[in-house]
Nanobody, 115 residues
């Protein structure tokens, strides 16, 4: 079993930056892929960024060039550096670890970008 705890959300003006963190605990030795999702009000949850244990990354087109996902394997923590934030980036950001047959989620952290 894996427990995920996110932090770092908050209120920021458009153009600003935030750094989200997600600390994993439990059966972390099995973790390969770590992901960030977000869900805006009235919207479906969408994949924002993915990182493998080897450091390969992938991003949603809407955040490419603005967001950077990284991880510290020694600390079992994944980060999401968000720059040039836009109001449409507002939502609850969730950390996710797919570990078959389960799918682990954090509690989410609110990001609000004001115009």
């Amino acid at each position: 079993q894996v427990r995920l705890v996110e932090s770092g959300g908050g209120l920021v003006q458009a153009g600003g930056s935030l750094r989200l963190s997600c600390a994993a605990s439990g059966s972390i030795f099995s973790i390969n892929v770590m992901k960030w999702y977000r869900q805006g009000s009235g919207k479906q949850r969408e994949l924002v960024a993915v990182i493998t244990s080897g450091g390969s990354t992938n991003y949603a087109d809407s955040v490419k060039g603005r967001f950077t996902i990284s991880r510290d394997n020694a600390k079992s923590t994944v980060y999401l550096q968000m720059n040039s934030l836009k109001p449409e980036d507002t939502g609850v950001y969730y950390c996710n670890v797919p570990l078959a047959p389960y799918d682990y989620w954090g509690q989410g952290t609110q990001v609000t970008v004001s115009s």
